[in-house]
């Protein structure tokens, strides 16, 4: 069993940064592919980031290439989202998933555990 617990979200500005973590529960997180996906009021939950067990391969959507940065840090159990030059489009429930297969894998939704999320909301 595996306990995601995400934490960073907020309130900023269009423009602005946010750094999302996700705490892992459990001594085998770095056996696990992580990624988010996040979720905005009345749309279907879409895929943002994903990145390998060992950290050395990473995804991401087209929407958020070149702004987000998934990283993760096996000695803490927590993976990352740095996101900066936020836009209102951004606004959603941020997830975190994992799942002990490839980072196409987790893009595709098919994790077997998931966070509760955290709110990002972008003001214009």
């Known amino acids: 069993q595996v306990q995601l617990v995400e934490s960073g979200g907020g309130l900023v500005q269009a423009g602005g940064s946010l750094r999302l973590s996700c705490a892992a529960s459990?001594?085998?997180?770095?056996?696990?592919?992580m990624g988010w996906f996040r979720q905005a009021p009345g749309k279907e939950r879409e895929f943002v980031a994903a990145?390998?067990?060992?950290?050395?391969?990473?995804y991401y959507a087209d929407s958020v290439k070149g702004r987000f940065t998934i990283s993760r840090d096996n000695a803490k159990n927590t993976v990352y989202l740095q996101m900066n030059s936020l836009k209102p489009e951004d606004t959603a429930v941020y997830y975190c998933?994992?799942?002990?297969?490839?980072?196409?894998?987790?893009?595709?939704?098919?994790?077997?555990?998931w966070g509760q999320g955290t709110q990002v909301t972008v003001s214009s």
């Open positions: 459990g001594r085998t997180f770095s056996t696990y592919a």
């Open positions: 998933a994992a799942d002990k297969s490839t980072v196409l894998t987790v893009s595709r939704g098919e994790a077997d555990y």
């Open positions: 990145i390998s067990w060992r950290g050395t391969s990473t």
